[in-house]
């Protein structure tokens, strides 16, 4: 055998980057070898996508080598790891928007007709085939816009296996699926190991690391900790441990610390909702007490965030029963109402309506405290400076200072400063929509611990996700919704994954 069949498919050694005098990678050697999967994990902010990007021929390493197939190569473009047989499936996907399919996939190398020009018949043909392959139920005509990202990243997918990549690199794909995509995207990712693929897989899920992973590289402050077979890591624990670089102790709420004899908080009774053409939410009743944590579980569309929005005043529906907080019926106008009556809402959404980026950590901080400031507008700057400064401290927000803008921040980090501006204005009822999206699994510990603390100064907390262990590990009951109506209250003593699973489905 010569040493191109055996070498791995890359071994890069020694990468070193650093942006504006900053190391974001010191020497870290990795490598791939065919028909395995090699998960890259670590905290946000790493470097794992730009240990990536530079694989993929997006970024230029300041030192180091990069070996394909055993020969030195350099990536000085995209186009370079590509004719390297390496792809990368981005977190932020590259594909256009408004092309089809199947023009996405062909993108910049159209094969031709002996005319010359491009052959979209054998172009639709052999998407059409790949696309099949990989379970994509869409026509290949369908505008790449319209696709879900669940589809999208198999229209990706399927232009990486027709450029013949050999090592195909997936950045966090399965942050934005569901539970049915996810579980997709993994049975495909067996099914292209099996055909000798070398996979890079990263994610925060370590449940999903532990499923298809051979291998596992941690990375901490862009050095290599460590590279080990799965199958020696311990526990999902251990695994972050090695990411934080001290023992990791997930916080917890105990089983007795429901409030049973504080009085009823949030209360909402025979509620729907009605859109243009039918209810989005049906006859759900249910009551929170002060201190409780309240979990709203359910499939995508169930109704958890339209329930969530009810209570706040900002659903898009026509409303009907009756919502009370601290026993008098209430129905908001503005959210400006409702957090004058002590509410605070964390939206699903964080890029849109959670952080002025351009803006400091300070003001995005006290922005929405500033009008319940003693003395509003006349109040002291530096008392308010004080009270951001130890808001971000309570919240851990690793930072440099309070000056430094709030898209300088890793995106767990913004999560945690989107929840701190919140508890900053001291709401006497919290409500969370998917708290921890797409954040790693300290900066969620830290998340989950502040919410823990709120409940127990007698915060009333809702929380709507669709990450079952979340729920289970934060909340006293569990309302399973189900297409709109109220499946079930589970009571803490009863939780169990299976049961919320089966309840969640029609
Ligand atoms: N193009 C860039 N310019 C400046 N800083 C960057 C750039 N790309 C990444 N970084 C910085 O490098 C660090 C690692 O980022 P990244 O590789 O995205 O981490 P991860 O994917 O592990 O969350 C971060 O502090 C990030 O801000
Ligand atoms: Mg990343």
């Given at each position: 055998?010569?040493?191109?069949?055996?070498?791995?498919?890359?071994?890069?050694?020694?990468?070193?980057?650093?942006?504006?005098?900053?190391?974001?990678?010191?020497?870290v050697?990795?490598?791939?070898?065919?028909?395995?999967?090699?998960a890259l994990v670590g905290e946000n902010g790493a470097g794992k996508?730009?240990?990536?990007?530079?694989?993929?021929?997006?970024?230029?390493?300041?030192?180091?080598?990069?070996?394909?197939?055993?020969?030195?190569?350099?990536?000085?473009?995209?186009?370079?790891?590509?004719?390297?047989?390496?792809?990368?499936?981005?977190?932020?996907?590259?594909?256009?928007?408004?092309?089809?399919?199947?023009?996405?996939?062909?993108?910049?190398?159209?094969?031709?007709?002996?005319?010359?020009?491009?052959?979209?018949?054998?172009?639709?043909?052999?998407?059409?085939?790949?696309?099949?392959?990989?379970?994509?139920?869409?026509?290949?005509?369908?505008?790449?816009?319209?696709?879900?990202?669940?589809?999208?990243?198999?229209?990706?997918?399927?232009?990486?296996?027709?450029?013949?990549?050999?090592?195909?690199?997936?950045?966090?794909?399965?942050?934005?699926?569901?539970?049915?995509?996810?579980?997709?995207?993994?049975?495909?990712?067996?099914?292209?190991?099996?055909?000798?693929?070398?996979?890079?897989?990263i994610s925060h899920r370590l449940g999903e690391v532990f499923?298809?992973a051979?291998r596992v590289t941690v990375l901490r402050d862009g050095r290599r900790i460590s590279t080990l077979p799965v199958a020696q890591v311990e526990s999902s624990t251990a695994l972050v441990s090695m990411m934080i670089g001290k023992d990791f102790a997930p916080p917890e709420?105990?089983?007795?610390?429901?409030?049973?004899?504080?009085?009823?908080?949030?209360?909402?009774?025979?509620?729907?909702?009605?859109?243009?053409?039918?209810?989005?939410?049906?006859?759900?009743?249910?009551?929170?007490?002060?201190?409780?944590?309240?979990?709203?579980?359910?499939?995508?569309?169930?109704?958890?965030?339209?329930?969530?929005?009810?209570?706040?005043?900002?659903?898009?529906?026509?409303?009907?029963?009756?919502?009370?907080?601290?026993?008098?019926?209430?129905?908001?106008?503005?959210?400006?109402?409702?957090?004058?009556?002590?509410?605070?809402?964390?939206?699903?959404?964080?890029?849109?309506?959670?952080?002025?980026?351009?803006?400091?950590?300070?003001?995005?901080?006290?922005?929405?405290?500033?009008?319940?400031?003693?003395?509003?507008?006349?109040?002291?700057?530096?008392?308010?400076?004080?009270?951001?400064?130890?808001?971000?401290?309570?919240?851990r927000?690793k930072?440099?200072?309070?000056?430094?803008?709030?898209?300088?921040?890793s995106?767990g980090n913004?999560?945690?400063?989107?929840?701190?501006?919140?508890?900053?204005?001291?709401?006497?009822?919290?409500?969370?929509?998917?708290?921890t999206?797409?954040v790693d699994v300290a900066a969620k510990a830290e998340i989950y611990r502040?919410?823990?603390?709120?409940?127990?100064?007698?915060?009333?907390?809702?929380?709507?996700?669709?990450?079952?262990d979340?729920?289970?590990l934060?909340?006293?009951?569990?309302?399973?919704?189900?297409?709109?109506?109220?499946?079930?209250?589970?009571?803490?003593?009863?939780?169990?994954?299976?049961?919320?699973?089966?309840?969640?489905?029609?």
């Amino acid at each position: 055998m010569n040493a191109a069949a055996t070498a791995p498919l890359i071994e890069a050694a020694g990468l070193s980057i650093s942006f504006n005098g900053s190391a974001v990678l010191s020497s870290v050697d990795f490598d791939v070898v065919a028909g395995e999967v090699h998960a890259l994990v670590g905290e946000n902010g790493a470097g794992k996508s730009s240990l990536m990007k530079m694989l993929g021929g997006l970024y230029t390493p300041d030192s180091g080598t990069i070996r394909v197939r055993g020969v030195p190569t350099r990536l000085a473009s995209v186009n370079d790891a590509i004719d390297a047989g390496i792809a990368v499936i981005h977190q932020e996907l590259n594909l256009v928007d408004t092309l089809s399919a199947v023009d996405n996939i062909f993108l910049g190398k159209e094969p031709r007709t002996r005319w010359g020009f491009p052959d979209r018949r054998a172009m639709r043909t052999a998407a059409r085939n790949v696309l099949g392959q990989l379970g994509f139920r869409e026509s290949p005509d369908t505008l790449v816009g319209a696709l879900r990202v669940g589809e999208k990243q198999l229209v990706e997918i399927a232009k990486s296996l027709l450029a013949e990549a050999r090592v195909l690199i997936m950045d966090e794909p399965t942050s934005a699926l569901s539970d049915a995509e996810t579980h997709a995207l993994l049975t495909l990712t067996r099914q292209l190991r099996e055909r000798g693929m070398g996979i890079v897989l990263i994610s925060h899920r370590l449940g999903e690391v532990f499923a298809v992973a051979d291998r596992v590289t941690v990375l901490r402050d862009g050095r290599r900790i460590s590279t080990l077979p799965v199958a020696q890591v311990e526990s999902s624990t251990a695994l972050v441990s090695m990411m934080i670089g001290k023992d990791f102790a997930p916080p917890e709420r105990g089983a007795d610390e429901a409030p049973r004899a504080r009085s009823t908080s949030v209360e909402v009774r025979n509620l729907s909702l009605w859109g243009p053409a039918r209810a989005m939410v049906r006859d759900v009743s249910f009551s929170v007490r002060e201190g409780e944590v309240f979990g709203l579980s359910g499939l995508l569309g169930a109704g958890k965030t339209e329930v969530l929005e009810a209570i706040y005043g900002i659903s898009a529906y026509r409303l009907e029963g009756a919502i009370a907080i601290a026993g008098q019926r209430r129905s908001f106008r503005s959210p400006n109402e409702a957090a004058e009556s002590g509410l605070a809402f964390v939206t699903e959404d964080r890029k849109k309506d959670g952080l002025v980026l351009d803006q400091s950590l300070e003001a995005n901080l006290v922005l929405p405290s500033l009008p319940r400031v003693p003395g509003f507008p006349f109040y002291r700057r530096r008392r308010l400076c004080n009270w951001a400064a130890e808001q971000a401290r309570a919240s851990r927000v690793k930072h440099r200072s309070l000056a430094q803008s709030a898209n300088s921040l890793s995106g767990g980090n913004q999560q945690k400063l989107i929840i701190g501006k919140w508890l900053m204005t001291k709401p006497r009822i919290l409500l969370l929509d998917e708290p921890t999206r797409g954040v790693d699994v300290a900066a969620k510990a830290e998340i989950y611990r502040q919410i823990l603390d709120a409940a127990r100064s007698g915060v009333t907390v809702l929380i709507a996700s669709s990450e079952i262990d979340e729920l289970t590990l934060l909340c006293d009951r569990i309302l399973v919704l189900c297409e709109g109506r109220a499946k079930q209250i589970v009571p803490r003593s009863d939780f169990s994954g299976d049961l919320l699973i089966d309840l969640a489905s029609p």
